[in-house]
C-alpha cells in the first residue's frame, strides 16, 4: 500500500515527517476540542478528519518502514532497528483510538448529547468521562509517537547516540 521510495528516495524517512507533525496536531485538536469550546466551534469536523489523516499516515509510514527493512535485508537489522519496529506496531492501535475519540467527542458535542441525558449526575458524569478518554488517548498517541520516533532516530544514528 506505501510506496517503497518517493523520486528515488526511501519513503519512510520522508512519509514520517508528514505523520510526526500531523499525528500531534490531531491529538492537540482533540483535546482542544474536549476542553474548550470556542476551538471545539471553530475546529468542527477538522478534528475527526485530522485524526483520521492521521491514522493513514501512520499505516503509510508503517507500510514505508517494512519496505525498507525488507530492501536492506539482514544488514539493516540491529537491536535498536527491532525496538524501533515494535514500538511502530503499537501504534496503529492509538491512531486507531484517536479516530474513534475524535469521531465520538464530534458527534457528543455537535449533537449536544449531554443535555439530552435525563439526570443531571449521570449527565456531569459521562460528559467528564468523554473528556478524559479523549485527553488520555491524545496524550498516549503523542507519547507513543515520541517513543518510536526516538527509537528510530537512535537506529539510524547507530553509536552516536549511544
Given at each position: 500500500m506505501a510506496p517503497d521510495t518517493i523520486n528515488g528516495l526511501p519513503a519512510h524517512p520522508l512519509i514520517v515527517h508528514a505523520t510526526v507533525v500531523l499525528v500531534p496536531l490531531a491529538a492537540?485538536?482533540?483535546?482542544l476540542h474536549a476542553l474548550w469550546p470556542a476551538a471545539r466551534r471553530r475546529l468542527g469536523a477538522a478534528t475527526p478528519v485530522l485524526a483520521v489523516v492521521g491514522l493513514v499516515l501512520t499505516w503509510l509510514t508503517i507500510g514505508a518502514?517494512?519496505?525498507?527493512?525488507?530492501?536492506?535485508?539482514?544488514?539493516g537489522k540491529s537491536p535498536a532497528v527491532?525496538?524501533?519496529e515494535h514500538l511502530a506496531e503499537q501504534l496503529p492501535p492509538w491512531a486507531i483510538a484517536l479516530v474513534v475519540v475524535a469521531v465520538g467527542e464530534w458527534l457528543w458535542f455537535r449533537y449536544d448529547v449531554p443535555s439530552r441525558i435525563s439526570r443531571h449526575t449521570t449527565r456531569r458524569g459521562v460528559d467528564v468521562a468523554v473528556r478524559v478518554v479523549s485527553?488520555?488517548?491524545a496524550v498516549g498517541l503523542t507519547v507513543m509517537l515520541v517513543r518510536v520516533g526516538d527509537a528510530g532516530a537512535r537506529a539510524t544514528s547507530?553509536?552516536?547516540l549511544g
Open positions: 492537540l485538536a482533540v483535546i518502514g517494512e519496505a525498507l527493512a525488507h530492501d536492506l535485508g539482514p544488514a527491532e525496538r524501533h485527553c488520555v488517548v547507530g553509536g552516536l
